[in-house]
């Protein structure tokens, strides 16, 4: 599954490990087997949706800072604000304005990407586009603190 050695016997060691330490848990009179694949397929998706929310939250913090770097503060709160309101729309829709706003995609390639009729991208797109717009106007999400 990993096509890395160092990997996969890190994940063999954390399924070994969690048998271990679940081992009341497991009905006599099941496959062994099929219990520790089981076991080892969970830690396995749980390391790729870690691994998501770690490339998605490290592509925020460097548009982030790239939006700081230009020096002018109120082009940098704008971009701040944007990202966060991106981030706080649901995956499907970050996802969608994500692939065709940022990287280009048509609307046939986003829907070949998602498995989806072109109609439903344009749909999708379309709500997507207004929720964010929702949330630029209105100010929710946006996060106020007290300074003293």
Known sequence: MLRDPDAADD???STLERALAR????????DL???LYTIQRNLYCDMLRAR???????????????AYADGDPEAALIARDALSRLDALPEEQRTLL???GVEDLSYAQAARALGVPVGTIMSRLSRARAALRRRMESGSGAVLRRVK
């Open 11 to 13: 994940l063999v060691q």
């Open 23 to 30: 081992w009341r848990l497991r009905r006599d009179d099941g």
């Open 33 to 35: 087997k099929a219990w």
């Open 52 to 66: 998501q929310r770690a490339a998605h939250a490290t592509t925020i913090a460097q548009a982030q800072s790239s």
């Open 98 to 100: 994500l692939l065709v």
